[in-house]
């Protein structure tokens, strides 16, 4: 998975709290995405950054944040999490000289 | 609308029967297409990065190809370990930075 980890790989969470999800790479990539797979949407670009402390939303950002305080590490933030956010959490890293994109293992998400 | 789709959205063959599975795309402007293999349980993996209309790259049984409107992953003489999903994604000249993805083909090889 090309150095990269997941934190939780699985989580079941009640509605209304607040979850953190956890990417963390030792590739030195400057680009790292967060994207969600649902049962027929495919997979979907929530946030991406391209560097410490930048980031942008992407086509499905309505109800997650995303924090980078270090290249290595960034966090996905559901600050109240609802049933429509259970779904599969994919982090991706890129260093763009290629734009290839490299997924890790998934966080499997269900909000109850 | 940018937009990636996918077809057959399931595919069943039998081991060494040849086949190809088809991507089209509308967009504003391609910067790349993405061909990648998720197998259940797991993070898609990537496969083949093309940027140009004829442009082609092989690995193994695969070949993946590009046109103007769409690209084609075919598969020669499969074997049961071929068995995945497969993803095509696009990345937008312009747009935000992340992939446009398909629904992706669920290929089935049987023994």
């Not at chain 1, 980031?55 to 109240?80: H, N, Q």
């Not at chain 1, 956010?85 to 109850?112: H, K, M, N, W």
Request: net charge negative; with cysteine; hydrophobic share 25%.
């Amino acid at each position: 998975d090309a150095g990269i980890t997941q934190s939780p790989r699985h989580k079941v969470t009640e509605t209304g709290t607040p979850v953190t999800l956890r990417c963390h790479q030792t590739e030195n990539h400057r680009y790292m995405y967060w994207y969600r797979q649902d049962p027929g949407h495919g997979l979907r670009l929530i946030h991406y950054s391209y560097g410490v402390k930048d980031t942008d939303k992407g086509e499905v950002s309505d109800g997650y944040s995303v924090s980078r305080s270090k290249t290595e590490d960034f966090l996905l933030t559901l600050e109240s999490a609802t049933s429509s956010q259970t779904s599969v959490y994919f982090c991706a890293i890129s260093d763009r000289v290629t734009d290839e994109q490299y997924f890790g293992p998934g966080t499997r998400l269900t909000v109850t | 609308e940018d937009q990636v789709t996918q077809s057959p959205e399931a595919l069943r063959l039998q081991e060494g029967e040849s086949s190809s599975l088809n991507c089209s795309y509308t967009v504003s402007g391609l910067r790349g297409l993405f061909w990648y293999r998720q197998d259940p349980g797991k993070g898609p993996e990537f496969l083949f990065t093309l940027y140009s209309a004829g442009e082609e790259k092989e690995k193994e049984r695969l070949k993946a190809t590009l046109t103007k409107k769409e690209s084609f992953l075919h598969i020669t003489a499969p074997k049961p370990e071929d068995s995945a999903t497969y993803l095509c994604a696009v990345q937008i000249k312009g747009g935000a930075d992340g992939l446009t993805f398909g629904k992706g083909t669920h290929l089935i090889i049987q023994p």
